[in-house]
Structure formats: structure tokens, C-alpha cells
């Protein structure tokens, strides 16, 4: 079979295929693993017994089930739900935005395809453009979306260390340059891996430079605020004329309804409309029909602040005083948690790297995700790349103890007199300069 460049990267087996291969398997095939790997939202029960409520609404009212089903929307995504959004968001936060800014995408996953194509790559005049990413690690589904070569710059974070072995990481804006080949600077928040929330500060510093720079500036609110609010620090959620805000009703409990949100300046969803069009002719409208009545009545903002945030953050709470109680005297140190579904776990000095984990976790029932593959726009020449994992505490409780047990058995089987056996691992001494 003779491919093109197209069709080889698509024979590559990618980061996120591994990560939603490990999911499908887990959550459909071998129930037994101890699912700490994918990213999938919890069944939460207040959550899902409206999402039944407005779906047995929608098959009782009139012909609206059909229509749902049976009728194309537009390729902006359907015009009822939009007009729904802008008002929730002109309500809740203030921003000057009709229906015409927002277009719906299938998942925000395609929004990234289509945002990160449309701003890196080789452009009019045949230069390459990239996208910034000011601080890795960063979602792993980012990593190869890019359609030309290699479309990401990223930067190591400044680490700060805090007390009960945490840590967070800062965007180290004395290194950031936003130079003339950066096409757009995007970042997660809350950040999948970490859970990080980037200060409200430094995303007003990232703004303006990407103001005097004449580039956009792409949020992925995929976690945040006003839904699925999976967010546990105060922090204020931001749109103006060049930055791009994601959203998605994934998190919110409805993976499976594949509904990103698209909030941005005219000419953008213009074009993501055109880019529905070609490649999917309409957005899936199962999720507008869905979520519909929650977005018109707000409750479904009531539900993400007094059911999804507690949630999670109990979990999470629960998740962090095991892996204390259990990884005590091991060299570990948990980046502060403060929203999304994960715990960024680093093994200072850990003899062996986290594929090698990873595999090892594997093999006894427990899928973890490897840190490498979150670094996209840098080579892996940073040990500390090597000696982070991401583990999630959405699944059940016991899932997660019997998980966060295992792998400190792994942890307390290796011999740390040892140094991992690769290259990559051990950093240079100009490396091991930069600031952690
Ligand atoms: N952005 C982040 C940070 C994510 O974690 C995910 C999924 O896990 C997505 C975007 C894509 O989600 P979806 O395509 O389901 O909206």
C-alpha cells in the first residue's frame, strides 16, 4: 500500500490513539484493569439522572426527538443552542458575544484540528508557523494534530516548590519569545496532565503579548469554568477579541455526544463553519439537543458548581491522602491539584523511566499514562519528562486506592542505586542549569 505523508502519519501510532486504545479497552473489553489512565468523566449520578430527565423531555415534546436525530444543522452547529450559549456567557462573565461568535465542533478534540491547522504551518508566503505552547507539559492530544511537520515550540516551566510534597509549575516569561514564527500560543486550564491552573496573572501577561504580537491566543477551558467547572482555585475566565476560547460538554458528562464549543472573533468560526462543512457537512446535534434546556434554564451551571466541582474534589482529596498514606519514604512529589481530572505524579531520581513504568503497571493490571508523551514542541532530553506519570482519580474509589497501592509496590521493588537505562534520561549539565 503506497501512502502519502498523510496516510504514513496515520499509520504511526500516536499518544492519544495508545491512551484511548488503553481507555476503549478498559472501560469496554477487560473491565478487570485498574483504569488510572484515560480521561473519561465519572457517572455522576446527580448529573446523569437530569441528562435522562431532558432526554425523556426531548422524546416526549412534540417532534423534537426526530428532529434532532433526523435533521442536518447548520455547519456553525445548531443555531437555537448557539443563540443559547452567547446569552449564558453575555449573563455569567459579561462578554460582548452574539451566536456569531461561537460555532460548535465535533468534540473540542476536532476544534484543536482545525484551530492549530489553520494558524501553524507553512503560510501564504511559505513560512513555517508554530504553535507556542508556554509551558509543557500539556494535553497529549495536542501532540500530533499538526498536518505539517512538527507545529509545536514549547518551554519548560519554572517549578516551584511547595509544603506535603507538592509543586507547581509558572510559565517562565524571562524565556518566552513570542517570535515572528509563532502562528498561536494555546494552554490548557485547568492543564491536562497536571491539574494546574494557570494565575489569572499570567494569563493576562500571555494576552498582552500575544496582543503586540497580532496572534491569537487559544484557551482550553475544556475543564473550566462556567462548565464543567472542574476547577478548585478562584480563577477568572477570559475572552476578548484575539483570544480563542475551547469548551466541551465532555467533562460536563456527555463524552459521548461529541460537542466542543468554539468562542472566538467572527473570521475564526467563519472558518471552523467552513471547515465543519467540508469535513463532516454538520455538527453532531445529539449534544445541542441534550444539554439544550440545561444551558437555557442555567442549571446547568448549578450543576457544575454544586454537584461536578464537590465531586471531583472530594475525589481528588481522597486520591492525594492515599498516595501519602501509601508512597510514604518514597522520593514522590504531586503537582498541586487544582481542578481537572488528574494527579501529575513526579518520581525524583527514578531509576527507570515512566514507559518502563508504564509497562510494568501494565503488566499488573494498572494503566497509568507516562509523562513523556505531554512534552509535544520539545525534545525529551529532560530527565524530568522521564520521571513524571499521570494518573486519573475520576474512576471509583477502590479502583483508585488499589491503583495508587500497586504502584507503590512498583515503586518499592525498584533499585534506586540504579540509573535508568537510557541516554535521554540523564541530563546534561547545561540542563541540569535551567531552574526547576
Ligand atoms: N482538551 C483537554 C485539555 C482535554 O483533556 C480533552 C479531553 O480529554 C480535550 C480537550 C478534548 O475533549 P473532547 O474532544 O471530548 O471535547
Redesign the pocket.
Known amino acids: 500500500m503506497k501512502l502519502t505523508k498523510f496516510g504514513n502519519k496515520l499509520k504511526k501510532k500516536s499518544g492519544i490513539s495508545q491512551l484511548m486504545d488503553d481507555l476503549g479497552h478498559a472501560m469496554n473489553v477487560n473491565r478487570d484493569i485498574l483504569m488510572l489512565g484515560g ?1 473519561n468523566p465519572a457517572f455522576i449520578p446527580a448529573v446523569q439522572s437530569v441528562l435522562r430527565e431532558s432526554m425523556n423531555e426531548l422524546l416526549g415534546q412534540g417532534d423534537s426527538f426526530e428532529r434532532a436525530i433526523g435533521v442536518y444543522d447548520t455547519p456553525q452547529g445548531n443555531h437555537a443552542f448557539l443563540c443559547s450559549l452567547a446569552e449564558l456567557f453575555r449573563n455569567e462573565f459579561g462578554w460582548d458575544i452574539t451566536h456569531e461568535n461561537i460555532a460548535l465542533t ?7 484540528y482545525v484551530l492549530f491547522n489553520m494558524f501553524a504551518g507553512a503560510d501564504a508566503d511559505g513560512k513555517q508557523k508554530k504553535i507556542l505552547l508556554p509551558l509543557a507539559p500539556e ?1 497529549i ?1 495536542y501532540a500530533d494534530i499538526g498536518l505539517d511537520g512538527d507545529i509545536f515550540r514549547s518551554y519548560r516551566p519554572q517549578i516551584e516548590m511547595l509544603d506535603d510534597r507538592m509543586f507547581k509549575y509558572h510559565i517562565n516569561f524571562d524565556e518566552l519569545e513570542i517570535g515572528e514564527d509563532v502562528g498561536a500560543v494555546c494552554l ?1 486550564r485547568p ?2 496532565p497536571t491539574g494546574n491552573v494557570m494565575t489569572d496573572d499570567e494569563v493576562s501577561r500571555l494576552i498582552k503579548l500575544t496582543e503586540e504580537a497580532d496572534v491569537p491566543l487559544i484557551l ?1 477551558n ?2 473550566g469554568t462556567p462548565f464543567p467547572n472542574i476547577i478548585f482555585s478562584e480563577a477568572q475566565p477570559f475572552w476578548q477579541k484575539n483570544v480563542i476560547v ?1 469548551m ?4 460536563f458528562g456527555l ?1 459521548g455526544a ?3 464549543i468554539i468562542i472566538a472573533d467572527k473570521p475564526v468560526i467563519e472558518a471552523v463553519s467552513e471547515f465543519n462543512a467540508v469535513l463532516s457537512l454538520a455538527p453532531n446535534g445529539m449534544g445541542a439537543a441534550v444539554a439544550g434546556s440545561l444551558v437555557r434554564s442555567g442549571r446547568i451551571l448549578e450543576l457544575s458548581r454544586d454537584h461536578i466541582r464537590p465531586f471531583y474534589q472530594e475525589r481528588c482529596r481522597k486520591a492525594v491522602g492515599w498516595i501519602h498514606e501509601y508512597f510514604d519514604g518514597l522520593e514522590y512529589y504531586i503537582h498541586k491539584p487544582e481542578g ?1 481530572l488528574f494527579l501529575w505524579l513526579w518520581f525524583r531520581n527514578m531509576p527507570i523511566t515512566c514507559q518502563e513504568l508504564y509497562e510494568r503497571l501494565k503488566a499488573r493490571g494498572v494503566l497509568i499514562v507516562p509523562g513523556h508523551y505531554f512534552f509535544p514542541g520539545m525534545d525529551n532530553s529532560w530527565s524530568h519528562c522521564h520521571e513524571c506519570i499521570r494518573m486519573t482519580y475520576s474512576q471509583a474509589p477502590e479502583t483508585v486506592e488499589q491503583g495508587i497501592k500497586l504502584i507503590a509496590e512498583e515503586l518499592r521493588s525498584l533499585d534506586y542505586s540504579q540509573i535508568a537505562n537510557t541516554e535521554a534520561k540523564r541530563p546534561s549539565a547545561a540542563q541540569n542549569r535551567t531552574k526547576q
Open positions: 480521561g465535533a468534540g473540542s478534540q476536532s476544534a484543536f494535553y492530544g490548557s492543564t491536562n482550553d475544556a475543564y475551547c466541551s460538554l465532555s467533562k463524552p461529541r460537542t466542543g481537572a
